[in-house]
């Protein structure tokens, strides 16, 4: 009994959570090819999401300089943006992710289909050419044969971009959405702000009116950035949105000090600088984007945004 009572304790252990996950935890660290297309993938978005808390750092220390009342505002308006920002960013980029994964993998069949239609409309074609051109002919002939060869391969180059009908929905949505903060916030700065605690009589409400009125500005650089972040992610790819996190933040970083105390902009120097470095990042991803997909869609039918507004709406 008491062998029998002793195993029994020792499988209830086992069946703890903790010794359930430590368990397989060396399948977790695995080195594979999977493992490492995880790490690919997952290593560069952590390291974008923590570029962006350390240029933040960086900014407060700058407007840290100029005072204290400067400080908490920008502080405030940096809180109410993000909230209002945070309401149109989850579903946009999460359904973006899903959609575009989603219709890379379905289309990764089509480029062989094309392939292969190719090549029986290139064989038929040369052997009509065959029955066309003589053998004997020579010259001009050749050269026409040889022209027809290259249409061929002038076709098949045209078709290397991919089109992703959600890429192009989810970033005229989110530049709509962009549009629609912005004139939120800079028409209905004061009583946001009002509702956020800072008074009508306080010195705080100047400053930080002034900045989220400025960086209300780039609310459609953010909401197209993280649009087409989302798109990358789909295919993958979290090195791109990472390169250009990079270069936006220091491209912030460089600004704020610029701005803020060599052209004597206080607060509204460093919502200059935070705009500019946004509207950067978004011209860094749209470039990167367009060597990739085809984003004009060949009619407005293509769209879906009935898909989006359907997974917003559950």
């Not at 973006?96 to 409309?121: H, Q």
């Not at 065959?130 to 060869?149: M, R, W």
């Not at 990079?246 to 600004?255: E, F, M, Q």
């Not at 120097?269 to 946004?278: E, L, M, P, T």
Request: charged fraction near 15%.
């Amino acid at each position: 009994m008491g062998e029998e009572d002793e195993s029994y304790r020792y499988g209830n252990k086992m069946n703890t959570p903790i010794f359930i996950f430590s368990k397989d935890l060396r399948f977790v660290f695995k080195l594979d090819k999977l493992g490492l297309e995880i790490a690919s993938i997952a290593l560069p978005a952590a390291l974008a999401l923590t570029a962006d808390p350390i240029a933040s750092l960086v900014d407060t220390a700058f407007i840290g300089q100029i005072g204290p009342v400067e400080l908490a505002a920008v502080g405030v308006s940096i809180a109410l943006f993000n909230q209002v920002s945070r309401i149109a960013i989850f579903p946009l980029v999460s359904v973006t992710t899903s959609f575009v994964a989603e219709e890379d993998t379905i289309g990764t069949a089509r480029p062989e289909e094309n392939e292969s239609t190719y090549l029986v409309t290139d064989s038929s074609m040369n052997v009509e050419t065959k029955q066309l051109i003589p053998e004997t002919d020579t010259g001009q002939n050749a050269y026409n044969s040889k022209s027809v060869g290259v249409s061929f391969d002038i076709v098949t180059t045209i078709h290397k971009k991919r089109y992703i009908p959600s890429a192009s929905s989810a970033m005229i949505i989110g530049s709509i959405l962009g549009l629609i903060q912005a004139i939120f916030l800079i028409s209905a700065a004061k009583p946001l702000l009002n509702f956020m605690g800072v008074g009508s009589d306080s010195p705080m409400l100047k400053p930080a009116r002034q900045y989220l009125m400025l960086r209300s500005l780039g609310a459609p650089a953010v909401l197209l950035s993280l649009a087409m972040q989302g798109v990358f992610r789909g295919f993958k790819d979290t090195k791109t949105p990472l390169y250009a996190t990079v270069a936006a933040d220091a491209t912030n970083i460089i600004l704020d000090p610029i701005f803020i105390f060599v052209f004597h902009l206080g607060v509204n120097g460093a919502a200059i600088a935070h705009v500019i470095s946004q509207y950067l990042m978004t011209a860094i991803l749209l470039w990167r984007l367009m060597t990739q997909v085809d984003l004009l869609p060949p009619s407005v039918k293509h769209l879906q945004f009935g898909r989006f507004l359907q997974m917003v709406r559950i």
